[in-house]
């Protein structure tokens, strides 16, 4: 079984991939490929975060009473990025170029240092106090 760290930040790199796409589209005018890569970077963003909020950050408090300092932390990240994945979603209908752009920058840049503070703290920490089994199946409690 792979790793916290390994399957978390695979699930990273495979949101930058779909993020990335539809920043592509958008540059390119390509409006409803766009609406389809954001649709499904929205989608996997969100179910990364929801494994990290139902799993692995109540296990970690659990274990280590002073993770909730940095739980806390990336979950305030995680609202913001949430914030800003909607401002696509807006800029998007309106076919607003310049606006998608500036709010993927920020949500870009944001990712970048949310995912460091994980990939190198909070993933590794992990991986040293849970079990790889933590994680579980798709979180919301819908395992088959």
Known sequence: MASISETLGEEHRHCDGLFAAAEAAVDAGAWEEAAARLADFRDALESHLA??????????????????GPTGVMRQEHRHMRALAEELVQA?????????????????????????????????????????????????????
């Open 51 to 68: 494994l990290e909020e139902e799993r692995l950050f109540p296990a970690l408090e659990a274990v280590e009473p002073n993770a909730q």
């Open 92 to 144: 998007l209908a309106a076919r607003d170029r310049e606006r998608y752009l500036g709010a993927a920058e920020t949500l870009l840049v944001l990712m970048q240092q949310h995912n460091a503070k994980e990939e190198h703290v909070l993933y590794p920490m992990s991986d040293r106090l849970l079990e790889p089994k933590t994680l579980g199946g798709p979180p919301g409690g819908r395992d088959a």
